[in-house]
């Protein structure tokens, strides 16, 4: 039996090999404007729930503070959302699929291909409105068993969906005697 770590191609296999920065994709202009405009429903949301409390109770202070503090968590990630977005990107590979975000907190998901079970593509609203959409690949047990890339555009998750699918080990062809 051959050592496997030293056959050459092996060594030049993708799955060993550090992705560089240029192969990462990235997720695109759209998703941050998809995302400061579900911020910005959700600020109307909670200042009108506020504005109808206020009339209901008659409580004058209400307005001011609550919306004050809407306001300030609305503006904070109004700059935080482009770091957010600047931080995320993915890259599929012969033998696995990766997946990186976080700004303060980094999260890195390495998904073996072999352990795909099935992916997913959804579209909300607002998603389908800036041509962008979710890609869920689920694997097969653990605590994390799937893993979500939100706000991708909608071409890129069809063809990382059918790229997923062609890529998943099949168990009828892995035995070869």
Known sequence: MTNQLLDAGFLDDQCLSGPLPDQWL????????????????????????????????????????LGSVSGLIFLAS?????????????????????????????????????????V???????????????????TAGGLDAEATLADIEYGVAQALSEQLSQLIPRGDSDVER
Do not use: M, N
């Open 26 to 65: 990235v997720l695109p202009a759209t998703a941050l404007t998809k995302r400061r405009c579900s911020w910005a429903l959700a600020l109307l949301v909670v200042l009108g729930a506020v504005v109808a409390a206020q009339w209901w109770w008659e409580l004058p202070w209400l307005l001011p503070v």
């Open 78 to 118: 109004w700059f935080w959302l482009p770091l957010a977005i600047r931080h995320s990107r993915f890259l599929l590979r012969t033998e696995d699929f990766l997946l990186q975000s976080g700004v303060l907190w980094h999260k890195a998901v390495l998904i073996p291909l072999h352990r795909v079970q099935h």
């Open 120 to 138: 997913t593509i959804s579209q909300g609203p607002l998603q389908k409105r800036f041509g962008l959409a979710t890609l869920k690949v689920y």
